[in-house]
């Protein structure tokens, strides 16, 4: 009898990275970002869940200050925090930041935290394709938007985007590229 194995289903990360340009940046400066970008990751998550925040180093105390001032005046309610949704039938796993309901909502907002100061194209897809993931895994998702925090501890810029189909179609235009050219079925 043959076993049958899961496929390994592709991120959103990785079906979006073709589109993600760092060629005039270092390595050593983006090996430092990813780093710091894990850290403040962590730290709000931690927050989020109300769970104890080791002590940050300097690179990473200011984004950290923005995440906390945001998340005490505008989320309400915590749904869940660095999750996994998983759109089976479309063939594709997302891992959102936070799915929580704002303060005056009843509908929860999807939020992807982010540090850099510029929004970047990919991300409205991004946001996209976690909110379907989110509903098919049962989640109910009202607004997605990035959250960019500060790196001097300023106030935190949340980003909504509005035109979800049109970003998902595209999502899904390039998720069916990486399948054919990973060979995914």
Known sequence: MAVVTPMKLPSVTQVLSPFADFSCVSPDVLKVAAERGTKV??????????????????ACFGY????????????????????????????YVGHPDLLCVFRGDDIPTLVDIKTPITISPTWAL??????????????????????????????????EFTDCHRAFRAFCGALSAYKYMKEVK
């Open 126 to 159: 991004q946001l996209a394709a976690y909110k379907y993931a989110c509903l098919y895994s049962g989640y109910i998702v009202g607004k997605i938007g990035t959250l960019r925090l500060s790196k001097t501890g300023g106030n935190a810029k949340f980003d």
């Open 41 to 58: 990751h962590q730290a709000c998550g931690a927050f989020a869940q109300g769970l104890w925040v080791t002590e940050l180093d300097e």
């Open 64 to 91: 950290f200050s923005s995440f906390k001032r945001w998340f005490i005046s505008v989320v309400k309610k915590v749904i869940a925090v660095e999750f996994e949704a998983v759109f089976t039938s479309m063939g």
